[in-house]
């Protein structure tokens, strides 16, 4: 069974804090990515890579950065936390050449 | 650029059908639909590919006219279980290597009994 899963459900942090969400995915997959989901919004890219150490700017990478240092993982920075990064972020990973996007089950952030 | 998907939000009663649609300005590769139920992961519904096709899957199908850049979702006789947000997502082009899909802001449906 296919499994993309993120280091937290819900999270709090303060203004101004540097804020770490993980992905690991356990499908050997070579595309991985970070969106954020708002209401009204839909899902919106923030970055993605497509192997190890390799990084693409999304539609909205302002405020974020990401490593990828091992294929199985994926994780999202936030330097300096914002009061407008308060969103749900999901990661998603897909094989190359396949149709499939699998998706974790997401991290709501609240930054206060 | 984000698709445009149409309506925003649908209420069905049990047994009735639907079509969400979803465009693009750009030329797109494939499209891809996927449901989203409250609280969970969105999940994989099907992709149709460049070639202009048509696919189904269950009581939920597709299509893709490539000349207008569009896709329609069609959803006939109603579950509860169809409830949820659905998403288009667009991929422009495959670029020898990465796969960037691009998803619209959904469409909320509600199947009522």
């Known amino acids: 069974d296919v499994k993309v899963t993120q280091s937290s459900r819900y999270l709090v942090k303060r203004t101004g804090e540097k804020v770490f969400l993980e992905c690991v995915q356990d499908m050997d997959h070579e595309n991985m990515f970070w969106y954020r989901q708002d209401p009204g919004l839909g899902l919106r890219l923030i970055y993605f890579s497509y192997d190890v150490k390799m990084k693409e700017k999304g539609d909205i990478p302002e405020g974020y950065s990401v490593s990828r240092e091992k294929k199985e993982r994926f994780s999202l920075i936030l330097e300096s936390a914002s009061t407008n990064q308060t969103s749900m972020y999901l990661c998603a990973s897909r094989g190359r050449g396949q149709e499939t996007q699998y998706f974790g089950p997401g991290t709501r952030l609240l930054v206060l | ?113």
């Open chain 2, 1 to 113: 650029q984000q698709p445009v998907q149409s309506p925003q939000a649908v209420i069905l009663r049990e047994g009735e059908d639907a079509v969400i649609n979803c465009s693009s300005s750009k030329a797109l590769y494939s499209v891809h639909w996927y449901r989203q139920k409250h609280g969970e992961a969105p999940v994989f519904l099907m992709i149709l590919l460049k070639g202009g096709e048509q696919k189904g899957h269950e009581k939920i199908s597709a299509s893709f006219n490539e000349k207008k850049q569009q896709s329609s979702l069609y959803l006939t006789a109603s579950q509860l279980s169809y409830s949820g947000t659905y998403f288009c997502g667009t991929e422009e082009g495959y670029s020898g290597g990465y796969q960037k899909v691009t998803f619209g802001i959904g469409t909320k449906l509600q199947v009522i009994p």
